[in-house]
């Protein structure tokens, strides 16, 4: 059997080393082939190491980092101060060619800022993008990005993501010549602002690139579109306002069962449970930095282990794919569009 | 009874006549005291109107309008060429004091453009912005602004909107003291672009603003502000985003219930009528063009009878306030800030 070697942030996310570490014996478990490098302050996580029968586990390592990226620390102090940190460590075993890919729950902008410092981006690909798989009404899935790694975007930088997504949406998916859309607040061409009418410009005379437009936020979720682009600030609050929609109407059924006979009640939670659960970020958790030198996964920082554990998986999907590779291909006939 | 009087562009929105008409007779049998403008193509619309007892009707008024907006119309054009479209002339009529408020579900460029043209703005307001009232976990609303009336925005914009839903949550909502927040991609004050971050600085120095700081999109919906802050073009993604998501899971559900009994289906599909019913856009559908010298309120393009009839009522419930008159009072004695 042919392994592949995970290096794990244990000390990233709201909760740290307790969702982390479950979480990679429950990956370990599921997984036979795969092997880990757990990144931490081991001083303070070594009683939980050995709880969770991880020390001397066959297919584990451990690495000690003596720093702790937090999630309110600024990008620019903890790539330049934070050298050991447990973020960074992680990365730099990806970059030594130690472990296969990286996954962390730590803060993102830190992550965005080391992991393209530490691993550097591929020929052509001027910045990493953060992606997801979001579930759509077709029963399938679609490549959403820029969820946060680039506040401000270029219109060049939205057609490169454009190409990131469909490599992802072409290898992972399996979609034959995926259809592109670019978000905005209308469908008509004449919609939105400078940036995405000149987004949609470059991308329509990108060779290879099934574009088909502009969607609007309610088509997010139905399918339209293989692969969705839109810069990081935008594409932060669309997913998280849905999270906060999930959220809310979870909140509300609860609400409205008061009353109910037990049965019904008990019948209606697992119903919401089930319909919700494909729905919730908890179960399509794991958001990969694409366009870097090596495989980074970013799981949401409030992952509780079962997220965690999820993005550990996807972590293990794209080394299989050798998605870096498959960008690289990507990208290698492809001139930086620099008007 | 002191009557008040609303013009209706008939002809605007996805559906045109078809879902206005009926709404108008909806709003007139609901409201005693409401009197209604008609304004449209009367050669088109004559036998819908006669059908729907609308002519002769002793609260009633029909203005003739030849020309539409079409809903992917450039609102350059509009405003320039379409002089006698429904909408410029609905709007005419609150400039002209004939009427108190004007309704459209036409195209919102348009809209804006010729709002601001016919009505101007009110002193110290740089630019109107589009609002709606958002359902909230704690049984509340929450102010929402700007969903798509201005795509580019400067921090002094930003500051506008906090102080124009302010104003709203303050005399409309009954809130003392409303909590603004901004809409970014972190609650931590060195997260997101140069925008929000200077709007942060200018919203927290302005007098009489309960500023609180920056939200995510997973707390749109969760009661935390009362008026929550951001550019058009993230707010109109980010609402219709959430739309998207009530679409989904109402999907979602349906698709589950195959194979279940016939009365436990008939039992769900009421529950979730009901449950999601009040985070339907057709429930609080209705977004206000505020800061306008005239109350405008723009109903959802999709809207049909029952959410173009709410459009209605929120016009009214904003000429009992008088809401351009506080809002003038609250913007007296504020200098717009030209840093």
């Known amino acids: ?111 965005m800022a080391i992991a393209k410092h530490v691993l550097k981006t591929l020929p052509g690909v001027e910045r990493p993008a953060l992606m997801t798989c979001v579930p759509t009404s077709t029963g399938g899935r679609s490549v959403f990005l820029d969820l946060g790694a680039n506040v401000n ?31 905005n607040v209308g469908a008509e061409a004449n919609k939105g602002n400078e940036q995405v009418r000149c987004a949609s410009e470059l991308i329509s005379a990108t060779p290879g690139l099934n574009y088909r437009g502009f969607i609007e936020g309610d ?44 049965w019904l009640q008990s019948f209606l939670t697992r119903f919401f449970k089930r319909r919700l659960s494909h729905l919730n970020p908890d179960q399509y958790n794991g958001a990969s930095l694409l366009g870097l030198r090596g495989i980074v996964i970013k799981s949401h920082g409030r992952a509780e282990r079962h997220a965690f554990s999820n993005a550990i998986l996807q972590a293990t999907v794209e080394v299989q794919h050798q998605l870096p590779a498959r960008i690289a291909e990507r990208f290698e006939a492809e001139p930086i569009n620099r008007r």
């Open 1 to 111: 059997m042919s392994f592949l070697t995970l290096a794990l942030d244990l000390m990233g996310g709201d909760h740290g080393p307790s969702e982390t570490v479950p979480a990679a014996v429950q990956a370990l478990s599921l997984l036979p082939h795969l092997k880990l490098i757990l990144v931490g302050d081991l001083t303070s996580i070594y009683p939980l190491l050995q709880q969770n029968g991880l020390l001397g586990h066959s297919r584990v390592d451990t690495v000690h980092a003596s720093q702790i990226i937090s999630m309110s620390e600024q990008p620019a102090f903890a790539l330049r101060h934070l050298k050991d940190s447990s973020m960074r460590v992680a990365l730099e075993l990806v970059q030594q060619g130690k472990a296969d890919a990286c996954v962390s729950a730590g803060n993102t902008g830190a992550l």
């Open 153 to 183: 975007c270029s219109p060049e930088n939205l057609r490169q993501f454009a190409m990131l997504g469909s490599v992802v949406a072409h290898c992972v998916l399996g979609i034959e010549n995926p259809a592109v859309a670019l978000l």
């Open 219 to 262: 088509a997010l979720f139905q399918g339209v579109a293989d692969v969705i682009v839109c810069d990081g600030f935008v594409g932060n609050i669309a997913l998280k306002t849905a999270e906060g929609m999930v959220r809310l109407l979870s909140q509300a059924s609860h609400q409205q069962m008061d009353g109910m006979s037990g």
